[in-house]
Nanobody, 116 residues
Framework: VQLQASGGGLVQPGGSLRLSCTAS????????VAWFRQAPGNQRELVAA?????????ADSVKGRFSISRNGAKNTATVYLQMNALEPEDTAVYYC?????????WGKGTLVTVSS
């Protein structure tokens, strides 16, 4: 499974961004997709996750501001992370991870910078 993350960039506090993670595999083969982030000097942390049953999980720090969703096509699956009301503390490299057939697959990160 190859994952391609995109959508990062520079945004002002209070702004919005939408991250996309596209997997090179049919969506029915993916059990869960999660977004993680890692800020300089910090450990990688879970931001949000969505299962094949559309059950979602969010870190407390992003509840009410971020929303994760997924859709799928014949040979690909895409998961979105809509990020609203961004704060400087959201600045980090964001990574997506997919669980497929009991294996974890990571994509390259996309940088999100929240700054005025």
């Amino acid at each position: 499974v190859q994952l391609q993350a995109s959508g990062g960039g520079l945004v002002q506090p209070g702004g919005s961004l939408r991250l996309s993670c596209t997997a090179s595999t049919p969506i029915f083969l993916i059990n869960e997709v999660a977004w993680f982030r890692q800020a300089p000097g910090n450990q990688r942390e879970l931001v949000a996750a969505i299962t094949s049953e559309h059950k979602t999980t969010y870190a407390d720090s992003v509840k009410g501001r971020f929303s994760i969703s997924r859709n799928g096509a014949k040979n690909t699956a895409t998961v979105y992370l809509q990020m609203n009301a961004l704060e400087p503390e959201d600045t980090a490299v964001y990574y997506c991870r997919a669980i497929s057939r009991a294996r974890a697959h990571w994509g390259k990160g996309t940088l999100v910078t929240v700054s005025s």
